[in-house]
């Protein structure tokens, strides 16, 4: 039997998963999580064969997670699921030890293929993935330079892109709006940017916003 843990800040979201779950007699849902501390807390606590982690989540962000669930539970795979595209996190994510990463608009089928594979210690990649996987393997080289960014910045950086005012953002990460401040200038400087119109530019040239 695979134990599953679901952590989703959204108690819809982890309704709809439960409901898929319980479909299939060989995964058992042991639990939910609604924040990042309450993971933790039952990571520490329970050992899982998957967990299903939403990479936006208040407080430390789902790649910060992923890294602390690594270090505390490094045998457990962890599912990245998300409504951002692949090309803003996947490969983040990948090299942080998830062993997948799923857009929340995945089909139940293709969802339980995925924590089936992850329980047996195995990747699963979607098709997509792969194609942006295969063109960073074939270009080591030439690394866009929006990966100079942390993983903090890099998301600051995509909400921005996406609309979001710095206010929002930091309502989103559990952050002060002088802190998300903080994180701009971070990213203008290494972007060689000057204003957010920049950033938005910037992030619909590399395909990071759709």
Do not use: W
């Not at 999580?33 to 064969?49: C, P």
């Not at 994510?93 to 929340?104: E, N, R, T």
């Amino acid at each position: 039997m695979i134990k599953v843990l679901i952590t989703d800040d959204h108690p819809v979201v982890r309704q709809g998963i439960r409901q898929i779950l319980a479909e299939y007699s060989d995964i058992v849902l042991v639990d939910e999580a609604g924040g990042g501390s309450e993971l933790l807390e039952k990571a520490r606590e329970t050992q899982y064969d998957v967990i299903l982690l939403d990479i936006s989540m208040p407080g430390k962000s789902g790649l910060e997670l992923l890294k602390d669930l690594k270090v505390l539970r490094p045998e457990t795979a962890v599912l990245i699921l998300s409504v951002h595209p692949e090309t803003q996190y996947a490969i983040r994510a990948l090299k942080s030890g998830a062993s997948g990463y799923l857009p929340k608009s995945t089909l139940p089928t293709e969802l339980i293929t995925a924590v089936r594979r992850a329980a047996a210690g195995k990747k699963y990649i979607t098709s997509s993935l792969a194609e942006i996987l295969a063109t960073d393997f074939e270009q080591p080289d030439e690394k866009p330079i929006y990966q100079s960014l942390s993983d903090r910045e890099f998301d600051v950086l995509c909400q921005l892109a996406s609309g979001t005012s710095i206010k929002e953002i930091g309502e989103n990460l559990s952050l002060s709006a002088k802190t998300i401040s903080t994180y701009r200038e971070r990213i203008l400087e290494k972007l060689s940017l000057k204003t957010t119109a920049d950033i938005i530019r910037f992030a619909i040239q590399e395909g990071l916003v759709d």
